[in-house]
């Protein structure tokens, strides 16, 4: 994605906010803090497309652009003032339509602001999409299976609430290796102490549970350390993993992005066709500004809460894509 796309989505995105405040009702401190949100972006965009302007704050910044003659530079200053009235000002007073139109002259006028800043065309490094996970590993020792469980949970959650995002199997042999490579994960903790009512609720559910870790990372880092070891197929084609439809369409959606040939165990070659041929609709559907897409999971109550946003869907086999490139499956619970 390039920085001006990001900008435009961004910007796009805050005006979304907007109406929805009017709809919904808001008060002053709703609205600075869009007003705190766009002129982030915008300085920190501005400063990736131009490194002479690291260094300078946005007031500057957008003095060099008027004095550029882009038409943009007064809205961008119009929000500019709000931001900075609401983290200082005691009691800030937003203009709501002022706001507004302010969000929508600098959507209108982006075009033009790449002939005086052309560094807004060049890409934006690749980010990971984070989050913090649990995963619950359970011995399956009379099989020879190892279960790794990724779950989206906190020390509020019990096996009932715990949202399970991806599942694993995997043979026993791999686990010294596999568990490696999770441990280098950022904020990797094996059996939290925060988490020992989560553990114990878990233990209760399934006796298999051998232990706990939890990690912030992606989910693509999680599908590049355990797609290897899936029964030593090539792409995550296991005998269990597979019974969950999202899992079929995750491995599916890894293998079409990567550009590889999908293989999922014994699933039927026209299921598999079928998955294919849906997911490449949707693809034809997304703006090539928000290629290559990044693969993630999200609960069906986050599938219903992020539809109305969504630039590209497929209800039917539960994926949607956002405005920020990231191609969501939903999971089975």
């Known amino acids: 994605m390039r920085i001006m796309d990001s900008l435009e989505t961004g910007t796009l995105n805050a005006a979304r906010r907007m109406k929805a405040l009017a709809r919904n009702g ?167 102490a925060g988490l020992d009512d989560l553990k114990k609720s878990l233990l209760e559910s399934d006796s298999e549970l051998w232990q706990i870790m939890r990690m912030d990372a992606s989910y693509q880092q999680i599908h590049d350390i355990l797609a290897p070891y899936q029964h030593k197929l090539p792409l995550l084609p296991g005998l269990h993993r597979e019974d969950e439809e999202g899992n079929v369409v995750a491995t599916i959606a890894q293998a079409l992005i990567a550009g590889a040939s999908p293989v999922v165990g014994p699933r039927s070659p026209v299921h598999i066709t079928s998955v294919r041929a849906a997911l490449l609709a949707v693809f034809a559907q997304v703006p090539s500004r928000l290629k290559p897409l990044r693969v993630d999971r999200c609960t069906p109550q986050e599938y219903r809460s992020l539809a109305r946003n969504c630039v590209a869907f497929d209800d039917a086999l539960g994926v949607m894509v956002t405005d920020r490139g990231v191609l969501l499956i939903r999971t089975g619970r």
Request: glycine share 4%; proline share 2%; with cysteine.
């Open 26 to 192: 808001y008060e002053q401190e709703d609205l600075g803090s869009v007003a705190r949100d766009v002129a982030a972006l915008w300085e920190r965009s501005l400063k990736a497309a131009d490194l002479n302007w690291t260094g300078k704050h946005l007031f500057a910044i957008t003095q060099l652009i008027q004095a550029a003659d882009w038409q943009g530079a007064a809205s961008l200053d119009v929000i500019r003032q709000a931001a900075n009235a609401d983290k200082h000002d005691a009691s800030p007073n937003h203009e709501y339509d002022e706001l507004l139109s302010a969000l929508n002259a600098l959507g209108s006028s982006l075009d033009t602001l790449a002939e005086v800043t052309p560094g807004l065309l060049n890409e934006l490094p690749a980010t990971l999409r984070v989050r913090r996970l649990v995963c619950a590993v359970y011995e399956v020792f009379h099989a020879g299976e190892t279960i790794y469980s990724f779950l989206a949970a906190d020390e509020t959650d019990s096996w009932r609430t715990a949202d399970g995002l991806d599942e694993f199997q995997v043979e026993n042999r791999h686990t010294s290796e596999i568990e490696t490579q999770l441990a280098a994960l950022s904020s990797y903790t094996l059996n939290p």
